[in-house]
C-alpha cells in the first residue's frame, strides 16, 4: 500500500509540474480553467501526502511524528484548511488577488517570499500561497483547525513568519500582503519522509524512480534563509 500511496505522491508533483506549465500558457486565454487546474494540482498532492500520513501510521506503527516536524506540520495545516474549508481554504495567489479586488485587472503590490535551495541551479517554479489564511488557520480554536497546540509556534519558526511580516511593514504592506511558495514546501516534506519510506516502497514508474531518488539526493530548502521580493501583480480579464 505505500508503494501504491507513494506513487500517488511522485504523480501528482508532475502533475503540479504539469499544471503550471498550463497555467502560464492559459491565464490570458481562460483565467478560471488555468486557476482552477492548478488549485486541483495542490490539492491532489495535499491529499497523497495525507494518505501516506494515515498509511505510515496504520502499516508501521507510526515512525514519525509528523506533527513534530515543520516540513510534515505544515502540509497538514494547509491540507486540514483546503479540506475542511477553514481560513478560506489557504488561498493562492490569483483565487486571493481576484476576490480581494474590484476587477482582476486591478494592479496589487504584494510580498514574495522563497525559499532557496543551497544547491546551485536547484530553484523551485513558483506556487504562491496566503500567509495571512495560514496564520489565521494557526490562530483559531484547535477544534476548528485540527491541528495540535504546538503547530502554531512550530510552522512559525519554520517559516521565520516574524522576519516575513516585519519585511512587509518595512515595505508599507499588511500581512495580508504576504505570500509564499508552495512548492519547495512540498520538497521539503518529501525529503523528510524519505527515510522512513525508502525501505517499504517499490518503485513503479518513472515519476516514482525520480522522485524516490530526489528525495534522496537533494537538499532541503532554507526556510531559515527567505528570499523577498515585492511585486506587483494583475490578472488577465
Known amino acids: 500500500m505505500l508503494t501504491h500511496s507513494f506513487e500517488d505522491l ?3 508533483f508532475r502533475i503540479l ?7 502560464n500558457q492559459l491565464l490570458g486565454v481562460d483565467r478560471p480553467e488555468a486557476v482552477g487546474t492548478i488549485e486541483i494540482a495542490i490539492n491532489a498532492k495535499l491529499n497523497a501526502f495525507h494518505n501516506l500520513y494515515d498509511l505510515m501510521a496504520q502499516d508501521l506503527g507510526k515512525p514519525i511524528d509528523w506533527y513534530s516536524v515543520p516540513a510534515l ?4 495545516a494547509i491540507r486540514n484548511a483546503r479540506h475542511h474549508n477553514k481560513a478560506n481554504r489557504i488561498r493562492s495567489i490569483w483565487n486571493f488577488h481576484n476576490q480581494k479586488c474590484n476587477a482582476p485587472t486591478d494592479t496589487k503590490q504584494y510580498l514574495y517570499v522563497d525559499f532557496p535551495s543551497p544547491e546551485e541551479g ?11 489564511d495560514l496564520d489565521k488557520l494557526l490562530s483559531i480554536p484547535r477544534s476548528e483547525s485540527h491541528l495540535r497546540a504546538n503547530a502554531r509556534d512550530l510552522i512559525r519558526n519554520y517559516l521565520n513568519a516574524d522576519l516575513l511580516e516585519a519585511t512587509a511593514q518595512e515595505l508599507g504592506l499588511s500581512k495580508e500582503a504576504i505570500f509564499f511558495n508552495f512548492v519547495p514546501l512540498s520538497l521539503n516534506a518529501g525529503i523528510a519522509l524519505h527515510p522512513y519510506i525508502k525501505e517499504h516502497v517499490k518503485p513503479d514508474s518513472v515519476e516514482s524512480n525520480v522522485f524516490l531518488q530526489h528525495f534522496e ?5 532554507m526556510t531559515t534563509a527567505p528570499e523577498f521580493k515585492h511585486i506587483e501583480f494583475k490578472l488577465p480579464k
Open 10 to 12: 511522485a504523480q501528482t
Open 17 to 23: 509540474i504539469e499544471s503550471n506549465l498550463k497555467l
Open 73 to 76: 506540520c505544515i502540509i497538514l
Open 122 to 132: 536547484g530553484d523551485c517554479f513558483d506556487i504562491p500561497l496566503s500567509w495571512a
Open 217 to 221: 539526493s537533494t537538499s532541503a530548502a
